[in-house]
T-cell receptor, first 116, second 111 residues
Framework: GNSVTQMEGPVTLSEEAFLTINCTYTATGYPSLFWYVQYPGEGLQLLLKATKADDKGSNKGFEATYRKETTSFHLEKGSVQVSDSAVYFCALSDSAGGTSYGKLTFGQGTILTVHP | EAGVAQSPRYKIIEKRQSVAFWCNPISGHATLYWYQQILGQGPKLLIQFQNNGVVDDSQLPKDRFSAERLKGVDSTLKIQPAKLEDSAVYLC?????????FGSGTRLTVV
C-alpha cells in the first residue's frame, strides 16, 4: 500500500535559518504529492502541491520538487520566520492530477519551532 | 467563505461512554471526510461521503464507530462505546474540487 515517511522531529531553528524537511514515499502509479501545515489550534491547510514528476510546488517562500527517481518531496525554505512554527505533514494522493477524490495518505508530521 | 465548522472543540469522557461529533462543511461542498489524528501521527481517513452516500469507510471501526450525513450537508460521527485508544483529534474536511478544507477538529480524551 501507499506510505509516506517524514524526517523525525522536532526541528528547532533560529530565525532566518535554512529549512529542509525530508519526505519520501512509496506508491504505485503516479501519485500527487502535498505538503500541509497545521498551526497551533487550527486545522490543516494546504501549503503546496505537485501533481507530476519534476513539478515544483511553491507557496509563502516554501518549495518542494516531485522527484520520482528518488521518490522524494522534500520541503525547503531559505529563511524561516517565527510565524512558520507549526506542524508540517507530507501527503500523497493516489489519484493522479491532484483531484480531491483520491485517498490522502499522510506522514507522521514534523514539528518546527523557530526562535527569534 | 465560511470554513468547515466542527463542535465541540474538546471532549473528555470515560471509557465505555458514547460521544458524538458534529461537522458543518463549506456550503456546496459535495465531498466530506472524517479523519482521526492520534498524537504524533498523521491524520487517518475514517470515512468519506459523496453527498449523502459513503465512498470509503474501509478504515472505520464499524463495531464502535458510525457516521451519517443526512441530506448531504451536515455530518455526525459517533463512538459507542469509547476506548482509551480512541483518544485523538477528529478532523472533518470538505471539498468541491481539487484540495480539501479542514476544520479545526475535536480533541477527544478518553479516561
Amino acid at each position: 500500500g501507499n506510505s509516506v515517511t517524514q524526517m523525525e522531529g522536532p526541528v528547532t531553528l533560529s530565525e532566518e535559518a535554512f529549512l529542509t524537511i525530508n519526505c519520501t514515499y512509496t506508491a504505485t502509479g503516479y501519485p500527487s504529492l502535498f505538503w500541509y501545515v497545521q498551526y497551533p489550534g487550527e486545522g490543516l491547510q494546504l501549503l503546496l502541491k505537485a501533481t507530476k514528476a519534476d513539478d515544483k510546488g511553491s507557496n509563502k517562500g516554501f518549495e518542494a520538487t516531485y522527484r520520482k527517481e528518488t521518490t522524494s518531496f522534500h520541503l525547503e525554505k531559505g529563511s524561516v520566520q517565527v510565524s512558520d512554527s507549526a506542524v508540517y505533514f507530507c501527503a500523497l494522493s493516489d489519484s493522479a492530477g491532484g483531484t480531491s477524490y483520491g485517498k490522502l495518505t499522510f506522514g507522521q508530521g514534523t514539528i518546527l519551532t523557530v526562535h527569534p | 467563505e465560511a470554513g468547515v465548522a466542527q463542535s465541540p472543540r474538546y471532549k473528555i469522557i470515560e471509557k465505555r461512554q458514547s460521544v458524538a461529533f458534529w461537522c458543518n462543511p463549506i456550503s456546496g461542498h459535495a465531498t466530506l471526510y472524517w479523519y482521526q489524528q492520534i498524537l504524533g501521527q498523521g491524520p487517518k481517513l475514517l470515512i468519506q461521503f459523496q453527498n449523502n452516500g459513503v465512498v470509503d469507510d474501509s478504515q472505520l471501526p464499524k463495531d464502535r464507530f458510525s457516521a451519517e450525513r443526512l441530506k448531504g450537508v451536515d455530518s455526525t460521527l459517533k463512538i459507542q462505546p469509547a476506548k482509551l485508544e480512541d483518544s485523538a483529534v477528529y478532523l472533518c474536511a470538505s471539498s468541491l474540487g481539487p484540495g480539501r478544507t479542514f476544520g479545526s477538529g475535536t480533541r477527544l480524551t478518553v479516561v
